[in-house]
């Protein structure tokens, strides 16, 4: 007997970060919207903070990494995470500029997903990051990525980025 897709739960893996506020603050009514609106948290990493990245001269983020059992598409996920960073005021400007919250849509079970200018999964750079991969390793060390069919933790031991990241 198939069950509807829609009956059966995946595993969700979010990135947030901010650089602007009380950015701890920020992170925590973003996962407590993340449990609400989209699904179920289940595991939160501690938090992390870097320096920017992309662009330098801007103050240094706060990152945290969340994994969630969901009933929803992975598209339906990355539109409830974009209305959840609009309603915590996030205004989007710059690529890489300062923002109150910003919610990335990591991975999404083990689908590989690519809608051109909208979603790609996993993240197309997210084995370049270690801002990504630190929080990601510490919540789901051994978890493949779909792609390169490696483990989080493997990738992240290997990862070349020279940006800092403090576990706080």
């Known amino acids: 007997m198939m069950l509807n897709k829609a009956l059966e739960y ?10 602007l506020g009380n950015r ?4 925590k009514r973003a996962i407590e919207l ?10 939160i990493s501690s938090l992390y903070e870097t320096a920017a990245w992309g662009k330098t001269n801007q ?3 706060l990152n945290q990494a969340v994994s969630l ?8 996920v990355l539109e409830r995470a974009l209305g959840i960073e609009q309603e915590l005021g996030r205004v989007r400007k710059d690529k890489w500029g300062e923002r109150l919250i910003d919610i ?12 051109p200018d909208k979603l790609q999964v996993p993240h ?4 370049d990051r270690k801002f990504v991969m630190e929080p990601l390793a510490e919540i789901a060390p051994e978890v493949v990525h779909p792609v ?3 483990t989080i933790l493997s990738i992240c031991h290997n990862i070349e980025d020279p940006l800092e990241v403090k576990k706080l």
């Open 10 to 19: 995946s595993t969700a893996y979010l990135l947030l970060g901010g650089n």
């Open 148 to 150: 390169l069919g490696e």
């Open 69 to 76: 059992q969901t009933r929803l598409t992975a598209l339906e």
């Open 124 to 127: 197309p750079h997210m084995q």
């Open 34 to 43: 993340v449990n609400d609106k989209i699904g179920n948290v289940i595991a």
């Open 104 to 115: 990335d849509l990591i991975l999404f079970g083990n689908e590989i997903i690519n809608i």
């Open 59 to 61: 103050p240094a983020f």
């Open 24 to 27: 701890e603050a920020n992170l």
